[in-house]
């Protein structure tokens, strides 16, 4: 039985109706979701993340994140970086995250985002290629390491098994789950998701470092000698994976992080790699005044190195739910299927900078190494990914 008194207590009354017209086996399952939930935890979420959430704070003390430029590189220090990246690889030294947990609600493709395709060659074959050469090319197996969701896992596997895992050696990909937190309407309420289940949605790239943990694959990796940890996201048509070059950067510089960035245009809407009080962060184009938005050009393309160590060390450390307001699928109170504007709560993964002692930035030339799909039209989207492909000749 749902207790009716805790239901109101935490403003959850509105499942009293629900289950009126529901069969017994909906309303046992649905009893059993909500008694795994923490309602005064979803109720402090809703109030800290949503209702309370701060204007955001134009921070005072931020500094410009050093960062080398690729393209002013030698061909000689490029070749000599190119060496010590591919000794590096061989040696078992880098191991690849890709993360592909996401929604991809503003793409709005049917099925996970690494299946959609250009030119009849999807996202996550054209990375899974990159590596299937590069193995090829220093004889050495990779791991790879693939993030998925509940919203995705299933459909996701059984890509990779219709696709015989793109000629990669399956005992080498490692597909783990991230974690899900509730969803909310935007006066609180838990919502009901097409099938009749107390919606839950992935976490947000963020969850990947305790998902990792838990997982135990984190000392796995460690136990396979593992001292790096490549992370990429899914949508960068042109991302390069593990590229020996930057890799051979990562292992000069020796750092807890090492992150790609690009030049951003003016006023342009993407976060900038900077400190604040001395720790590294990514600050939101929302989070800098108008006058400092354009003196931090070092934007972030989430392409990253990660110590091992560094991970171990810092995956249980807190960060911060963000909010995402997005259209969701789920039940209406007359069981219809409806879209609407809900609230999503998302770690990011960048938080964990703050955590870093030493941090090093390659900034690289976005035509060649930066085309995000994320929307179906407009800026980053099928048309400008397509074109950017076409540019680099990987159509
Ligand atoms: P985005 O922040 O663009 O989110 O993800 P998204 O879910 O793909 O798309 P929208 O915002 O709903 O349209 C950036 C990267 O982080 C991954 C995505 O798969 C992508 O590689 N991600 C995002 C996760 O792995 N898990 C998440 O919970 C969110």
């Known amino acids: 039985m749902l207790d009716e008194s805790v239901l109101k207590q935490h ?55 050093q960062f080398d430029i690729k393209d002013q590189f030698s061909e000689e220090q490029l070749k000599s970086y190119r060496s010590l990246g ?33 030119n009849d060659k999807s996202l996550f074959e054209r990375q899974a290629e990159q590596l299937r050469h590069l193995v090829n090319e220093i004889g050495t197996p990779i791991h790879w390491y693939i993030m998925t969701s509940d919203v995705n896992h299933k459909d996701t596997l059984a890509f990779f098994i219709e696709n015989n895992y793109f000629e990669y050696d399956e ?10 937190i509730v969803s909310l309407t935007t006066d609180g309420r838990l919502i009901l998701d097409v099938n009749k289940r107390i919606m839950q949605t992935p976490n947000g790239n963020g969850g990947v470092f305790k998902s990792l943990e838990k997982t135990k694959l984190l000392a796995e990796m460690k136990e396979h000698g593992v001292s790096f940890l490549f992370l990429n ?37 993407v976060g900038r790699l900077v400190s604040v009080d001395g720790k590294k962060r990514v600050l939101e184009y929302s989070e800098l005044s108008a006058d400092d938005v354009n003196k931090f050009e070092n934007a972030n393309i989430g392409i990253h190195v990660f110590k091992v160590d560094f991970l171990i060390e810092s995956a249980s450390k807190a960060l911060p739910y963000h909010l995402a307001i997005k259209n969701l699928k789920q039940l209406d109170e007359d069981f219809s299927v409806v879209e609407k504007e809900s609230l999503k709560f998302e770690l990011f993964y ?20 930066f085309s995000p799909l994320k929307n179906k039209e407009g800026k980053d989207s099928i048309e400008t990914a397509q074109k950017d492909l076409e540019i680099n000749q990987l159509l």
């Open 11 to 65: 403003g959850q009354e509105h499942f009293l109706e629900y289950t009126k017209v529901m069969s017994q086996s909906e309303k046992e399952q649905l009893e059993s979701d909500i008694n795994r939930l923490e309602l005064d935890e979803v109720n402090r979420l809703y109030e800290d993340v949503y209702v309370n959430r701060k204007e955001i704070e134009i921070a005072d003390d931020i500094k410009q994140v």
């Open 86 to 118: 591919i000794k590096a690889i061989k040696d078992g030294k880098f191991a690849v995250l890709l993360m592909a947990g996401g929604q991809g609600t503003r793409l709005g493709h049917q099925g996970p985002k690494g299946t959609f395709s250009f």
């Open 171 to 180: 005992q080498y990909i490692h597909f783990f789950k991230q974690d899900h």
């Open 350 to 369: 960048f938080d964990i900078f703050q955590y870093a002692n030493s941090f090093a930035t390659l900034q690289v030339n976005r035509a060649k190494e």
């Open 233 to 269: 996201n899914i949508d960068n048509a042109l991302v390069k994976v593990l590229d020996p070059e930057f890799v051979g950067y990562t292992i000069e510089q020796n750092s807890d992080v090492t992150t790609k960035s690009i030049q951003a245009f003016e006023d342009e809407k």
